[in-house]
């Protein structure tokens, strides 16, 4: 995580940030290509590692990521990460139906710029208008229930606003992908 700029501490750890997580990952898995060759051994080796990717095709004596023998964890993964990609694909051909009143809005959020020590993440959600709960649910990535941040970097905190936090029947909602959903 650390190599790829995530910061992981026990106040702060962005592995569990969406935003910064998926790029840290999308980085990874095209280092991962770059230096495995291929896509399959890339997502081996996300679960796996790269070295151990690595030193299991020179054992094996093989350059094919799908003839490798690896534990069970690993080869389960690779196999569920295509279950998955083959699901969203074609969604209704595996029983997968949504209709468009069926979704939720996406969250709408500001975005508080933190740059100075929070003493209690609990206040400083009260004095955002949210619970802590709400707050924690949103930043994930904040690990405790304070924020010492000693080195006064900068720290977006998305704080929902208060419409979003709500579900207004039959509003109209954009879709991210029209496949998803059955018309």
């Known amino acids: 995580a650390q190599q790829f ?26 280092d991962a290509y770059r230096k495995l060759g291929s896509w399959s051994a890339a997502a081996l ?16 004596q093989t350059d094919k990521a799908l003839d490798l023998w690896l534990v069970e964890e690993t080869t389960r993964y690779y196999f569920r990460m295509l279950a998955i990609k083959t699901l969203f694909e074609n969604p209704a051909q ?14 709408e959020f500001k975005e508080v710029m933190v740059s100075s020590a929070i003493p209690s993440l609990a206040s400083f959600a009260k004095e955002n208008g949210i619970t802590y709960a709400q707050l ?14 000693k080195s006064g970097k900068n720290y977006t905190v998305l704080i929902p606003t208060r419409e979003s936090l709500y579900y207004k029947k039959g509003e109209k909602i954009k879709i991210h992908d029209e496949r998803w959903i059955a018309r």
């Not at 910061?7 to 980085?27: F, G, L, N, Q």
């Open 136 to 149: 924690k649910d949103f930043n994930s990535w904040l690990r405790d229930t304070k924020l010492t941040n």
């Open 45 to 60: 080796s996300y679960n796996g590692g790269q070295a151990r990717i690595t030193s299991e095709f020179t054992k094996q």
């Open 5 to 30: 700029g995530l910061e992981v501490s026990p106040e702060v750890d962005e592995r569990y940030h969406i935003e910064k997580s998926t790029v840290a990952a999308c980085r990874y898995l095209k």
């Open 94 to 107: 595996y029983g997968f139906v949504l209709r468009s009143d069926q979704l939720y809005k996406p969250m």
